[in-house]
């Protein structure tokens, strides 16, 4: 054969499929200008000049890491619909007379083309957005723009690299199909799985047993650390009861469907529901595949549009005030006014010297901690407590905070009393549930009454464990018991403190300013009192860097994932829509119109196509409490703005899925009536 040929019958096949090849190529690129874009950013000299640009780049390495492994597994996806359709191409070649030497080498043109253009296109796409989508992160971080435009090569090369080993590997398994097949295996690939299959009720059962069993776990549990422990095999068991429902349970509804004679035995309905039955153990996969990307992007969406959109609110649940200092004392006796004196003292000369006041309230009061298992009411404390923590009770650690009512009443603005054996007990994160409290090792039972809520504890937004604030009339008879207890490291395990804390009406800059000034007069002090400062103004890069970053590698994602459901969506309509247009052209023929056949697609495909987003609507209302756990752990507790930006999230996701449902439907209709939609 003349040196031509098989680059010339290469790109025929691909110019006469362009329905499939089109798509696949645009996956392609999609995917490899998505990897170039956060590796330049991963890589970038952008970050090198972020505050807190480490924490950014850590997070980018991440979304490279997702972004080629889910490359590998959406190329092999996509490239199994396009080669179900030319094996049937290559069969009639076998018979033609080529051999399976002859059909490699136009696979191999194939994919050389393929490569070719997937690589030029995507990485000349990557490079252009690369900037746009700097520019985005600049702007979702706050920092300086630079506007000159850089291309690293060592991101190019590692682009073109794993690419060229997907491809390759795509091609191994691609070639391996069709030598191990004959030719009448090739012609009749298309129709293998038409045999239909029964209703599997075990395996039915087990898909919603999985399913019921996460999502017991997500509305039972309770604790925040607990929530973070049972999360991934919740999520594992909500993919595997997904991908079993819709395998199964879906070959079960049709026969549901089929035995209900009102709805079966209808034009629009019988055909399809018929139809739909012979196929519907391998449409399963890929409906359940759209399900869990659809849930991943509006968890992705709703968690990272609500860290980034709270910020300042999470930021203010750190930091009660812009300046905070924590002065630590070695007993309960040093926290005293005497002590306190000269910490005002250094604290206002500072801001007479910066002509500045406090803006509102300042936040005092003092505490005593400790951390404990809790128990059926009962605190455990000590190094035999804490020694026995494993990972079935961890989620019983608690951080305890004990304050004088005083201080409580003085906050609050209350008038609270007690009776003897009372105390007042305000929680975070959990509730605790029994009517008294008592210490280990005492006989004391203290009756439990319930605060309103108490201010802000810096403290208690940086820990993952659940905190309870008791307040008691004498703190120091209150804790006299656990005086000479140690924890895990042989340290005293109570810890005294007083905070202090103020706001001010001056400018970030001016605030950093001061709190570098407090800082440094309050280290030279040598007082009883050990004093630690921090400043909202200081650490609101680091938090706009983490809240920011996640928001930024959610978008960056989230497109990933959008791709991904709009192509399994399109493939899945053409490959049905070529194995039906026979089916359709009988049915014509015998007598069915084609608004009838209109009727049966949309009856069809509105079955099929609506399942996922409905399910995965249900997937995130279940997980909707562990989401909010696991945004609590990282400050922020706005549950309201959660739920509103996950309803948003969800209708909006729901109005682009119905576009992508009906631009899908149109092309399959094209395919099995003959002419578009109108």
């Known amino acids: 054969m003349r040196i031509g040929f098989y680059p010339r019958l290469a790109w025929s096949g691909i110019r006469k499929n362009k329905e499939l090849y089109i798509p696949y190529l645009l996956t392609g690129m999609g995917m490899i200008m998505m990897y170039y874009i956060v590796s330049y950013l991963y890589t970038g000299s952008l970050l090198d000049h972020v505050r807190g640009g480490y924490v950014v780049a850590t997070l980018m390495g991440l979304g490279r890491f997702v972004v080629g492994a889910f490359s590998v597994i959406f190329l092999f996806y996509t490239h199994s619909f396009l080669i179900r359709r030319r094996k049937r191409e290559f069969g009639l070649y076998s018979i033609l007379g080529m051999n399976k030497l002859n059909l490699a080498r136009i696979m191999i043109w194939e994919s050389v083309i393929v490569i070719c253009i997937s690589l030029t296109s995507g990485l000349a796409l990557g490079i252009l957005f690369s900037k746009l989508a700097e520019l985005l992160m600049n702007y979702i971080l706050q920092a300086d723009v630079d506007y000159s435009m850089r291309i690293n090569p060592v991101n190019v090369r590692q682009t073109v690299i794993l690419y060229l080993i997907i491809f390759l590997l795509i091609l191994g398994v691609t070639l391996r199909q069709v030598h191990v097949a004959d030719p009448i295996q090739l012609l009749r690939s298309e129709n293998v799985g038409e045999r239909p299959p029964r209703a599997n009720w075990p395996m039915a059962l087990a898909g919603a047993m999985l399913l019921g069993i996460a999502y017991y776990l997500a509305v039972s549990i309770k604790d925040p650390v607990a929530a973070i422990l049972w999360f991934f095999l919740a999520v594992l068991l909500v993919i595997g009861g997904t991908y079993l429902l819709f395998i199964a349970g879906s070959v079960t509804m049709c026969r549901l469907l089929q035995k209900n004679k009102r709805y079966y035995y209808k034009t629009n309905h019988f055909v399809s529901v018929s139809s739909m039955v012979y196929r519907m153990k391998r449409n399963g996969a890929g409906l359940a595949s759209i399900c869990i990307l659809c849930t991943m992007v509006l968890v992705m969406l709703s968690s990272t549009v609500c860290l980034y959109g709270g910020l300042e609110n999470s930021l203010r649940s750190r930091y009660p005030r812009h300046i905070m200092t924590d002065n630590r004392a070695v007993s309960y006796a040093d926290l005293r006014e005497e002590n306190y004196a000269p910490i005002r003292g250094a604290i206002e000369e500072v801001l007479d010297a910066h002509g500045q006041t406090p803006a509102r309230e300042v936040l005092e009061y003092s505490y005593v901690s400790l951390a404990g298992v809790l128990s059926d009411g009962v605190l455990e404390t000590g190094t035999s407590a804490l020694g026995s923590l494993e990972g079935d009770n961890y989620q019983d650690l608690w951080q305890i905070f004990v304050v004088p009512l005083a201080d409580y009443n003085r906050l609050m603005g209350t008038a609270e009393t007690l009776e003897p054996g009372q105390l007042l007990m305000c929680t975070t994160k959990m ?191 279940f997980a909707f409490p562990f989401l909010y756990k696991g945004l609590m752990l990282l400050n922020f507790n706005n549950l309201w703005m959660l739920i509103q930006v996950a309803v948003l999230a969800y209708l909006l996701f729901g109005l682009g899925y119905v576009a992508v449902y009906r631009i899908t439907s149109r092309a399959y209709y094209h395919l099995v009536g003959g002419a578009k939609q109108a």
């Open 431 to 621: 509730w605790f549930r029994q009517s008294s409290l008592r210490i280990s090792g005492t006989e004391q039972e203290w009756q439990v009454r319930r605060g309103k809520g108490f201010v802000d504890n810096g403290v208690d937004s940086m820990q993952i464990i659940p905190s309870m604030f008791l307040f008691v009339e004498d703190v120091e008879s209150f804790i006299r018991p656990m005086t000479e207890r140690r924890d895990l490291h042989g340290n005293p395990l109570l810890q005294y403190d007083w905070i202090y804390g103020f706001d001010l009406e001056c400018s970030v800059e001016e605030q950093g300013t001061i709190f570098y000034e407090i800082q440094g007069k309050l280290s030279q002090q040598q007082g009883v009192l050990v004093s630690s400062t921090e400043s909202a103004a200081v650490n609101r890069d680091s938090f706009r860097e983490m809240y920011g970053g996640l928001f930024f590698l959610g978008i960056m994602l989230s497109i990933v994932f959008v791709f991904a459901t709009t192509l399994i969506m399109y493939y899945k309509q053409i490959s049905e829509g070529y194995e039906d247009q026979s089916r359709f052209e009988i049915l014509q023929k015998v007598g069915m119109t084609r608004k009838e056949v209109r009727k049966t697609i949309n009856s069809q495909v509105m079955t099929v196509f609506f399942l996922p987003l409905l399910a995965a609507g249900i997937h995130l209302g």
